[in-house]
């Protein structure tokens, strides 16, 4: 698809809605393929992240002490 469509851009053929699109997709897939190459697999050891409260109300625009449960509260 790539490849298409710089052959019709160097040709001076137009390049359609459905071409840029398609291609807006490949380009995607391409660099998801690449973020997901080195995915680490089979991760047997859990990585607990601890917040703080306010920077979790922030971050989630939700009331100060709202949605979380006392288990999410840093002591």
Known sequence: MVIQTITH???GLI???LELNTLAHVL???AMYATW???P???SDPLEVNINLVLAAVVS???LLGRF???A???
Do not use: E, G, H, M
């Open 61 to 63: 625009k939700a009331p």
């Open 41 to 43: 697999q089979n991760v």
């Open 28 to 30: 995607c897939a391409v």
């Open 73 to 75: 509260r840093n002591p």
């Open 15 to 17: 390049i359609t809605s």
């Open 9 to 11: 851009k160097v040709s």
């Open 37 to 39: 190459w080195k995915k």
């Open 69 to 71: 449960s006392r288990s």
